[in-house]
């Protein structure tokens, strides 16, 4: 009966969102200082903001080899 | 009759009271922006990547592509009805993988290399063993009711897959059978990203919702709401504890775990093109997000605010990745080509 299966979905709707109303969350100013002190500490080893050399850059356009 | 509308009445009252509680609890730890509390962040100034190779190969559009663990091989999935292994260090190609199917939407490598799974109109996953004589069919996870959007292995004998049928699935390569099934969406499914923990993964849907999933007990943990039209792609932040969305509304946004909500956004009113894929320099600073519009802009995640943009395809970017070195980034296209860029 579709009426009793709306009830069953409904009330699945209801548990999730119990369980999603209970979680502690933390304060935006704190998860911002996170991030960016995750980042900060990253900086220097993300080779796209650092850069890469062409001596050590592994995509550089490959020289030719020619059999001598 | 009239017992049961009362039920359903209770049922409905008490969900928009609990979304009250959930937006109130959001509200209630909102004491800053993250735009606001990057103030003091140095600028990273105007990123200006170099093309370094273009890949070609593929004889029709690009949909999918998945850096190996490596670093070094990438394998990319197009209508032409192939896979394609790359080596792309030298630009060659190491493997082709013919397709039962040439509707392809998605394709990933495992992390030992030694596997590739595809799938996508045909609702199905394969997974091949590319390391054989030729590229070898291991099994097809056939169970999805619609078509395969999304792939990621979380070993060579466990595969997640998210599907237009609204679902995501865990399987059991050794088995071929489904071990979770993750619902809850009420859209297609559209992309999903696993933590760097691989205990949770995030998936993104039609429904403009992302979700948080625990991979062993198929919980769906928090749900991130905002975005007014489908999410196409997802990615986790480095650190694990964010998360970031593109969206055909326009905009990526960036959703903080532990906040439970969008801390910042990503849009710019001359930008008027869906976002169909993104990834995350190793820092987490920067976001390659891929457009309708031929390009790929880069974000800093920080401050919000537009700091280069790639261009170079004749097509709309249909996929974009950062590999786990952080060397470079590989964008897509339906223009059939595959550009790094460093």
Not at chain 2, 97 to 114: E, H, Q, R, T, Y
Not at chain 2, 179 to 200: E, R
Request: proline share 2%; with cysteine; charged share 20%.
């Amino acid at each position: 009966m579709s009426g009793s299966s709306n009830l069953v979905a409904m009330k699945k709707v209801v548990q999730q969102l119990r369980f999603e109303a209970s979680i502690n969350r933390v304060k935006v100013s704190q998860a911002a200082a996170d991030l960016q002190q995750f980042c900060m500490q990253n900086a220097l080893q993300d080779p796209l903001l650092t850069g890469v050399s062409s001596s050590t850059n592994p995509f550089r356009p490959q020289k030719v080899c020619s059999f001598l | 009759m009239a017992a049961e509308k009362a039920e359903m009445d209770a049922l409905k009252k008490e969900c928009d009271g609990l979304r009250a509680q959930i937006e109130a609890a959001r509200k209630a730890v909102n004491d800053n922006t993250m735009s606001g509390a990057a103030g003091g962040v140095a600028s990273v100034g105007r990123v200006q990547l170099k093309l370094r190779k273009t890949l070609k190969g593929h004889l029709a559009k690009i949909y999918a592509m998945h850096w190996s663990a490596d670093s070094r091989q990438m394998v990319s999935a197009s209508q032409d009805g192939k896979l394609l292994v790359w080596d792309c260090f030298t630009g060659n190609k190491l493997v082709a993988v013919p397709l039962k199917s040439a509707w392809v939407m998605s394709v990933a490598f495992a992390p030992s290399g030694n596997l590739v799974a595809s799938g996508g109109l045909d609702n199905i996953c394969t997974v091949y063993n590319i390391k054989a004589a030729s590229p070898k069919t291991l099994r097809e996870l056939d169970a999805h009711t619609g078509y395969l959007s999304c792939c990621r292995f979380l070993s060579d004998s466990e595969i997640i897959t998210a599907s237009g049928d609204t679902t995501c699935c865990l399987w059991d390569l050794e088995t071929g059978k489904q071990k979770i099934m993750f619902t809850n969406h009420i859209g297609d499914c559209m992309s999903l990203a696993l933590s760097p923990d691989m205990n949770t993964f995030i998936s993104g849907a039609c429904d403009s919702l992302a979700k948080l999933w625990d991979v062993r007990d198929g919980a769906c943990k928090q749900t991130f709401s905002g975005h007014t039209s489908d999410i196409n792609a997802i990615a986790f932040f480095p650190s694990g504890n964010a998360v970031i969305t593109g969206s055909d509304d326009c905009s990526c946004k960036m959703y903080d775990l532990r906040s439970d909500q969008e801390v910042i956004g990503y849009q710019d009113t001359s930008l008027n093109a869906g976002v169909t894929s993104l990834a995350l320099s190793s820092s987490g600073r920067l976001i390659f997000a891929g457009y309708d519009d031929f390009n790929c802009h880069i974000w800093d995640s920080l401050k919000g605010e537009k700091v280069g943009v790639l261009s170079g395809h004749d097509n709309r970017v249909s996929c974009t990745g950062v590999p786990d070195d952080g060397m470079g980034v590989c964008t897509g296209s339906w223009d059939s080509f595959l550009k790094l860029w460093n």
